[in-house]
């Protein structure tokens, strides 16, 4: 069974730092790209970033380009986000899902349960 | 970036009824396009993939098309099950861009 758990969210001051992680099991985690997708409270779903399987195509939201680093360590089947600088704007349910530009039926299939992440003095 | 275009933004509807769903693409996606459901609390689920492909485990009265831009998620003789917020996702390039969504409701 394919599962993806995130961690790491909780409260944060404005301009301050905090790193997601999303543990993947079920599947061979190295074979696939993998997203981050957020949602503010009571908004729609947003992405925020991609990384490809093997980490060599990594793409950014202009909302958090050069603030949010997504990364993965294919070894211990995590995915992460790094997320720096935050604004009360980054307040979201912040979700990990397997996926990318490919027409695959799978594809966006797999979502976590997300972690909320709280930007707030 | 593609913007993708969703409405209605609210939709009230019986039981029973069929009702649509449209995204229109503001630049050509082909068949990447997704729809998504999503129930208070819960993450979402993907419901139809290619445009027109019902996903695994999804009702048959759930259907997609396209014409041209215009992508339509289709539910037929609605349940009650089927009320949510419906989602459209465009994964043909980067940035990927969901619409804004459209609230199922019973009327």
């Known amino acids: 069974e394919v599962q993806l758990v995130e961690s790491g969210g909780g409260l944060v001051q404005p301009g301050r730092s905090l790193k997601l992680s999303c543990v993947a099991s079920?599947?061979?985690?190295?074979?696939?790209?993998m997203n981050w997708i957020r949602q503010a409270p009571g908004k729609g779903l947003e992405w925020v970033a991609y990384?490809?399987?093997?980490?060599?195509?990594?793409y950014y939201a202009e909302t958090v380009k050069g603030r949010f680093t997504i990364s993965r360590d294919n070894a211990k089947n995590t995915l992460y986000l790094q997320m720096t600088s935050l604004r009360s704007e980054d307040t979201a349910l912040y979700y990990c899902?397997?996926?990318?530009?490919?027409?695959?039926?799978?594809?966006?299939?797999?979502w976590g349960q997300g972690t909320l992440v709280t930007v707030s003095s | 970036d593609i913007q993708m275009t969703q409405s209605p933004s609210s939709l009230p509807a019986s039981l029973g009824d069929r009702v649509t769903i449209t995204c229109r693409a503001s630049?050509?996606?082909?068949?990447?396009l997704r729809w998504f459901q999503q129930k208070p609390g819960k993450s979402p689920r993907l419901m139809i993939y290619?445009?027109?492909n019902l996903a695994a485990g999804v009702p048959s009265r759930f259907s997609g098309s396209r014409s041209g831009s215009d992508y339509s998620l289709t539910i037929n003789s609605l349940e009650s099950e089927d009320m949510a917020i419906y989602y459209c996702?465009?994964?043909?390039?980067?940035?990927?861009?969901f619409g804004s969504g459209t609230k199922l409701e019973i009327k």
């Open positions: 899902a397997r996926g990318g530009l490919t027409g695959s039926p799978d594809s966006f299939a797999y």
């Open positions: 079920g599947f061979t985690f190295s074979n696939y790209g």
């Open positions: 990384i490809s399987s093997g980490s060599s195509y990594i």
């Open positions: 630049q050509d996606i082909g068949n990447y």
């Open positions: 290619g445009a027109t």
């Open positions: 996702l465009q994964h043909n390039e980067y940035p990927l861009t």
